[in-house]
């Protein structure tokens, strides 16, 4: 087999790597490599040296490849190189490698495809075709098996249009366009293909288009009971450059699949025998199909997004240890902010408040309370309140005390925070071994406004 050409470590063409076999055809294989110098992994095609006998047909595969490699389409496989190895002499073709399924094993997997997800399909590839018949390309081998779908950069499913090893390059109105070999799938060629003198134009790929759309909707091609009936390519190739002839509901009828009646009209045009009464363009026959089915005509895929196939992937639960789990919830979780009963400005006004009333409370003790000695230690006079009239006098520390001791003597009306107001402070003559009380003090102080507490307002 093709596939069994190369070999896992082998290197190809001097600097492609091979790593394993992707799949392999009559043409050739694909393997997957990787680039030595860059280490980027890519798809490599290998052609079998029979495919292009000729050292021309060698050459034009190689120019066909450079102008299919100057496209830059979302929905176009990049082709990234191409050439013949010296020592095989087989021609090769090197493009981006893709990670999904082609439609062909897409379909064999799950069968027919909904006629919104087969609008959506189209349209993407026939952007594709539309870009590469505006540069005069042909695809001429447009089929499921050449149409792979795949994963965007952001996780949307999209389209790419495979194989260019057997595009032409075209120019209007030359005798290019003409050419004398038939490449392409028997089931999916138009009636030109099969002529003696080839003519290839854009219309071959439409007429391709609707073959596809035919397979994509019920599951099969159209030509299958041909095929079931024992025909070879030969005598398929005969029947099919007369052009379908059955209705396309009818034929898809007894394949167990049902289509609108509107179908065969949509389906006669575009595999019409002369492709100038084809549709125009691969987005305008869309555009009919999508009118057809009765679905709206998008280009975004109905279901599921994946994510990159760069990003790692988490490791399992039981791998992770326990402090693994603790940084997983820290990272996951959002920061809790403090949660403070008073913002900080009106907590530190509270706080001086209460500072200020502490500190003239000790004050108003302290000056409220008299002293029993001056300051300097040298005693003072007695200090006491004059006289009413008619009372006798106390004597001084250096007169003889009377005969009969006088009345007590009632000291200034400072009373005691715990007294009562009309309850005076009875003082006693003092004696000399004591020392005299400080002067007395004003009755009353007045109250600071400091001490009054502010008010606050909530923020």
């Known amino acids: 087999m093709a596939s069994n050409l190369l070999s896992r470590g082998d290197v190809f063409a001097g600097r492609y790597k091979i790593e394993r076999a992707i799949g392999s055809g009559g043409m050739g294989a694909v393997f997957e490599a990787e680039h030595l110098e860059t280490e980027r992994r890519v798809a490599l095609k290998v052609l079998l040296p029979q495919s292009l006998i000729s050292d021309t047909a060698r050459e034009r595969f190689k120019q066909e490849a450079r102008v299919a490699g100057k496209i830059r389409h979302p929905h176009i496989v990049d082709v990234i190189d191409a050439g013949v190895d010296d020592p095989t002499k087989m021609p090769y073709l090197v493009m981006e490698l893709l990670h999904g399924e082609d439609l062909g094993s897409r379909i064999d997997r799950l069968g027919p495809i909904s006629p919104e997800e087969t609008v959506a399909l189209l349209a993407q590839i026939a952007s594709a075709l539309d870009c590469l018949h505006e540069r005069s390309i042909v695809h001429r081998d447009l089929k499921p098996e050449n149409l792979f779908l795949t994963w965007a950069e952001d996780g949307a499913r999209t389209m790419k249009l495979l194989d260019f090893g057997v595009a032409k390059v075209i120019a209007e109105g030359s005798?290019?366009?003409?050419?004398?070999?038939?490449?392409?799938?028997?089931?999916?060629?138009?009636?030109?293909?099969?002529?003696?003198?080839?003519?290839?134009?854009?219309?071959?790929?439409?007429?391709?288009?609707?073959?596809?759309?035919?397979?994509?909707?019920?599951?099969?091609?159209?030509?299958?009971?041909?095929?079931?009936?024992?025909?070879?390519?030969?005598?398929?190739?005969?029947?099919?450059?007369?052009?379908?002839?059955?209705?396309?509901?009818?034929r898809a009828s007894r394949q167990g699949a049902t289509l609108p009646p509107a179908f065969d009209e949509w389906f006669s045009i575009i595999t019409a025998i002369a492709p100038g009464e084809r549709?125009?363009?691969?987005?305008?026959?869309?555009?009919?199909?999508?009118?057809?089915?009765?679905?709206?005509?998008?280009?975004?895929?109905?279901?599921?997004?994946?994510?990159?196939?760069?990003?790692?992937?988490?490791?399992?639960?039981?791998?992770?240890g326990p402090a693994a789990d603790e940084k997983s919830a820290i990272a996951s979780t959002p920061p809790i902010p403090l949660q403070r009963p008073y913002p900080f400005w009106r907590r530190r006004t509270a706080m001086t408040a209460g500072l200020v009333i502490v500190a003239l409370a000790t004050v108003y003790a302290l000056l409220g309370k008299p002293s029993a000695t001056l300051h300097s230690g040298e005693p003072g006079p007695a200090l006491t309140a004059p006289a009413a009239p008619g009372t006798p006098k106390l004597p001084t520390s250096g007169e003889p005390a009377a005969s009969s001791p006088p009345p007590p003597t009632v000291s200034s009306p400072i009373v005691s925070p715990a007294a009562s107001s009309s309850s005076p402070i009875v003082t006693t003559p003092p004696s000399a071994s004591t020392s005299p009380p400080m002067p007395s003090r004003p009755t009353k102080l007045p109250v600071p406004a400091t001490t009054k507490r502010p008010k606050y307002t909530r923020e």
Do not use: C
């Open 175 to 250: 005798s290019s366009a003409y050419t004398q070999d038939a490449q392409g799938t028997p089931v999916y060629m138009a009636p030109e293909q099969f002529a003696e003198q080839i003519r290839i134009s854009a219309a071959t790929d439409i007429y391709a288009l609707g073959m596809v759309a035919f397979t994509l909707l019920t599951g099969k091609h159209y030509w299958g009971p041909e095929i079931a009936r024992g025909m070879n390519v030969f005598m398929l190739a005969r029947v099919a450059e007369a052009g379908p002839k059955e209705a396309a509901t009818r």
């Open 279 to 320: 549709y125009p363009t691969a987005t305008d026959a869309v555009d009919a199909l999508a009118d057809v089915l009765g679905v709206p005509l998008t280009t975004q895929l109905p279901s599921g997004r994946r994510s990159r196939t760069n990003e790692a992937e988490p490791p399992p639960p039981a791998s992770r």
